[in-house]
């Protein structure tokens, strides 16, 4: 069996997430490794969408950052970072975000804003950026994290990035365009939202990963699904894709 790292173990389950075809909001980093290697395997019509406004990109190498000029390569369409969020994201044209964050909540809200009280924080953070209207108007939000108790939090210092809010009866009262979070997935496991609740539910275990183990570094009691599956390792074809994404190693540590 071919070794791997725990942050390539993440981006390639992830990367299994997404789907032919689908419009996909790429951020830099991991999901952008993962949207890429989609595209590479099971996706080879997947629509990459950037923030910067590069719609239907098909970078020739690894994109520095959202800016860069390699995101112009075979694009099907160039616009202003504008008229990307007000015409693709809220105009409701994006099937898939990436989302990330310092605190990730039961019902998927996300802190990216601060870590403690908002007036006097211990750590005062980045802010949102574009992930509110990510997360309010995509039809399916994925987010890619390490599995540690300090990220993973009962309930969020700060909800930058609505997830199910306290629940599906309050998040259904906004009236967002979006569908909601649909998966998170750590180095430990895949965790999907209860379809009446709202609430994270293990899905899938990674291999060599226990139920306990899980649950260790999750700070609340975290709910299992009736049947949990045991996720495929990678393969040496996705783990030799990956790596020929990014060769330099620029994300891939």
């Not at 075979?74 to 693709?88: D, H, L, R, V, W």
């Amino acid at each position: 069996m071919a070794e791997y790292s725990s942050m390539e173990l993440r981006i390639i389950v992830a990367a299994r997430e997404l789907r032919d075809h689908e419009s996909v909001l790429v951020g830099v980093g991991e999901p952008n490794l993962a949207a890429n290697l989609a595209k590479k395997l099971q996706a080879p019509n997947l629509n990459m969408v950037y923030e910067s406004g590069a719609i239907g990109s098909n970078p020739y190498r690894m994109p520095l950052s959202i800016g860069d000029p390699c995101l112009v390569t075979g694009a099907k369409s160039i616009c202003s970072m504008y008229e990307q969020f007000a015409y693709y994201l809220q105009g409701g044209k994006i099937d898939v975000g990436f989302l990330g964050g310092a605190q990730i909540d039961k019902f998927g809200n996300i802190n990216s804003t601060v870590i403690g009280a908002y007036n006097s924080p211990k750590v005062r953070l980045p802010g949102s950026g574009g992930a509110c209207d990510i997360a309010s108007n995509v039809k399916k939000i994925i987010i890619i994290t390490p599995h540690e108790a300090r990220r993973f939090v009962e309930k969020v210092d700060f909800r930058t990035s609505p997830g199910f809010v306290d629940g599906k009866a309050a998040w259904r009262h906004l009236k967002l365009q979006g569908g909601g979070p649909y998966a998170v997935v750590t180095d430990l496991c895949t965790m999907k939202f209860d379809e009446e609740t709202g609430e994270m539910t293990l899905v899938s275990l990674h291999p060599g990963v226990k139920v306990e183990d899980v649950q260790k570094n999750t700070p609340w009691k975290l709910k299992v699904a009736a049947k949990v599956e045991q996720t495929p390792a990678p393969t040496e074809k996705e783990i030799a894709t990956l790596r020929g994404i990014d060769p330099g190693k620029i994300y891939l540590r």
